[in-house]
């Protein structure tokens, strides 16, 4: 269900505030909310991962190593496992999320917005691998052009830190705002990317995979 931003209630949804370039519809900012398992017929599922809705959360089961034919193969079995947001194009404006690890090793799995097809798109989402006995820690945001990947902060560098606390019990927050070639990432209020890229003007809204290994998470 999309609905208008005061209609909703902030304690059971994915918390996706869009400005869309759909000229059918009739406001700008708009906000969806899962609120029951009919609303997974909105999107176009891809891949083998189980995606339902329990409680106005969306979680998804992912298997990871899994791909399409056009993905690269060092990048087989991430994006190819996702959802698609039907007749919705995105082009500027902010969007924001929670996500909650269940169970895993990599703990990656997020959003891809602009997106074109499995080897164009942009991307943010967590890599949180300590609390599976991993290495280190980070948040990514990425850029995938004619199946050629980009991706910051880069191997080896963490920018956020995951305390043993945490570990499959928080929730952390995540904002994107997109305005033309500028896009700023920010993290429970922390700005951890501010890039421009052009590559990609507008596109649809997908939820995904990126992932490896089998994977649990939540999103609100």
């Not at 300590?130 to 820690?137: E, N």
């Not at 963490?158 to 995540?174: D, G, H, T």
């Amino acid at each position: 269900m999309i609905k208008s931003r005061p209609q909703l209630n902030p304690l059971s949804t994915l918390g996706l505030v869009l400005v869309l370039a759909a000229a059918a519809l009739p406001v700008l900012a708009l906000v969806y909310d899962f609120e029951d398992r009919a609303q997974l017929d909105d999107w176009q599922i891809f891949g083998p991962a189980e995606w339902r809705i329990e409680g106005g959360v969306l979680i998804g089961e992912g298997l990871g190593g899994l791909g399409g034919a056009i993905v690269p193969e060092k990048d087989k079995g991430r994006q190819a496992q996702r959802m698609e947001l039907k007749d919705i194009v995105f082009s500027d404006g902010t969007f924001e999320f929670k996500i909650l690890f269940m169970k895993g090793k990599n703990h990656e799995g997020g959003v891809f917005y602009r997106w074109q097809d499995v080897a164009n798109w942009y991307n943010t989402h967590p890599s949180f691998k300590k609390c599976a006995g991993g290495g280190i820690d980070g948040v990514r945001w990425m850029s995938m052009k004619k199946g050629k990947l980009m991706w910051l902060p880069g191997p080896g560098v963490s920018n956020i830190e995951v305390k043993p606390k945490e570990c499959f019990k928080k929730w952390f927050e995540f904002k994107v705002v997109a305005t033309g070639q500028r896009h700023q990432t920010f993290v429970d209020g922390k700005k951890l990317f501010d890039e421009e890229d052009a590559a990609f003007k507008e596109g649809k809204f997908v939820v995904a995979m990126w992932s490896r290994s089998a994977e649990v998470f939540c999103h609100r």
